[in-house]
């Protein structure tokens, strides 16, 4: 029993850490690109200081670099963080691996043992029978309402993960948004609408994720789309960035303040979910446990 009660240990380790390693390679991928991005948008931002074009754009612009160099360095700050977590997860995972691997060769002659004596007394009609059989339809059941929790457990994680990346753009758009609400000209309204556009493809992609979800979410009641259904406007883009105007300034702000708003709902209910899973998963583990020290009882006389 002790032994089994271990096998089930190590087995839930090595399952929460590859969704881990997964959720920690998919935050890499994504600030190694944020990372490229920012990069590549301070660059041709310094080239323009040190040309003509700071004549025309000049208002702001020492801020706007100030604000793109912080930005830039917390996007680099943030990829080497995921990356640590990365490797530290995935070296964590390879010995939960490794040891789950030396357990499993362990129980495996015992186990070929009892499933030759289950077919003896199966084919011998054996009072014993009847109940093994049961047992074997019971464990088969939970195998697969633990295989469909798991999974839920995984797209709860892609959820999470999802829910960061978004807060962190929105953030973001919230700083350029009041850069250029204080004046920041041309260049601040073009950063602004280009967090914007990374915003709502942050959103659509987190809806994506909590898609998997949405039995799960109607359980706790209603929320709201974290995309804000607005789609980004040519004219109003145009009037703001070129022309400077107060009324697209405040309206860019305050789509960017309403999505910021919809994030905590969506968070309360994906820690409810993440709770009741993880209560479900230990239910179905100890109800396994008892179906398989019954069988081995059954067994051993």
Known sequence: MAARQEQRGVDATVSRLQRQVDALYAETR??????????????????????????????GLD?????????????????????RKFESARDELDQARSRQEELAATSADYEIALQDKEKRLLAAADPRAGRLGEIAAEQEQQAVVLQDTDDLLTSLGWSDRALDTLEHLIGSARRWATADLAGGGVLAGKAKYDELAAVGNAAAYAEQCLARLKDELQVYGERQSLETGVPLDTR??????????????????????????????????????????????????????????????????
């Open 236 to 301: 109003a883009r145009f009037l703001d960035v070129w022309m400077d105007h107060p009324y697209a300034d405040l309206r860019s702000f305050l789509r960017i303040m309403e999505a910021q708003h919809r994030l905590p709902r969506t968070r309360s209910l994906l820690q409810q979910i993440g709770d009741d899973l993880r209560q479900r998963r230990a239910e179905i583990l100890t109800a396994t446990d008892q179906l398989t020290a019954e069988r081995q009882h059954l067994l051993a006389d």
């Open 30 to 59: 994504h600030f190694a690109g944020r990372l490229a991005e920012l990069s590549d948008r301070l660059d041709r931002l310094e080239a323009r200081s040190r040309s003509w074009f700071r004549l025309l754009v000049s208002r």
């Open 63 to 83: 801020e706007q670099l100030e604000v793109l160099r912080l930005e830039t360095d917390e996007a680099e700050d943030r990829l080497n963080e995921a990356r």
